[in-house]
């Protein structure tokens, strides 16, 4: 077992970023107890290999100790990472697609665009993706699940839209897998600092997603008004 708790003593939602989730297009700053917060730094700054339990301890200010008392070991820290980014991810995932209300056009623009903003919003934890190497078997395993999940959704929005006739795809799986890295890979050069904001990438992701899948159509962009942006 990774993790023993998956917080910190009083913690509360803050170390689930999924429960914060209430509009899938809405960030609010990411709430990661301290523990959690420091291991993140020390991972994106040296890479796992490169960290130790003590530079940990040593930045969120507490004794090595202290973390043994959360987390079996440094391996936990990463567990927990991985997998509240990718249960945010989902989470909203989820939400963007039911919003759509079966439509498929809709479906498929929301969840690229949900997964783009995720990239981009939280650049930090979603780029601790290409950690997963480190992961023991059985810890993998479960987080090969979790990215599963969010696989399937959208494979069988894809195969939806090619049932409908609105999208001309030899290969579904293929399709997916092919365009959800593409929106992975945005977390290697997004900076928040940079030319384009989340939601124009993610608007330029989306219009990408739709040529690809031979869509001949663009659903309406609702929620844009959010962005307080116009076309």
């Known amino acids: 077992m990774a993790a023993k708790v998956p917080g910190e003593p009083g913690g509360n939602a803050a170390s689930d970023p999924a429960a914060q989730v209430h509009d899938w297009r809405v960030f609010a700053q990411l709430d990661l107890p301290p523990i959690l917060a420091a291991a993140l730094e020390e991972f ?5 290999h490169g960290t130790s339990v003590r530079d940990v301890a040593r ?6 100790p202290m973390i043994y008392y959360h987390f079996d070991n440094k391996q936990g820290l990463l567990v927990a990472l991985l997998e509240g980014a990718m249960g945010e991810v989902l989470q909203r995932a989820r939400l963007a697609d039911a919003e759509a209300d079966g439509r498929v056009l809709e479906r498929f623009a929301n969840v690229i665009e949900c997964v783009v903003l995720h990239m981009t919003h939280r650049v930090a934890t979603a780029g601790l993706d290409s950690e997963l190497r480190y992961l023991e078997p059985a810890n993998r395993k479960k987080y090969a699940a979790l990215r599963k999940e969010l696989e399937d959704l959208f494979l069988e929005i894809v195969e939806e839209g090619v049932t409908q006739g609105l999208f001309e795809v030899d ?4 399709t997916t897998r092919a365009l959800l890295g593409m929106c992975q890979a945005v977390t290697g050069w997004f900076h928040a600092d940079g ?8 608007d330029r992701y989306v219009a990408i997603s739709l040529r690809t899948v031979g869509a001949r159509v663009r659903p309406a962009p609702h929620g844009r008004e959010k962005y307080g942006r116009e076309k």
Do not use: K, M, S
């Not at 290969?171 to 293929?174: F, H, W």
């Not at 030319?195 to 993610?202: D, G, S, T, V």
């Open 44 to 48: 994106r700054e040296h890479g796992y």
């Open 59 to 64: 930045r969120a200010g507490i004794t090595v």
């Open 171 to 174: 290969r579904a799986p293929d």
């Open 195 to 202: 030319p384009l904001p989340p939601e124009e990438i993610a």
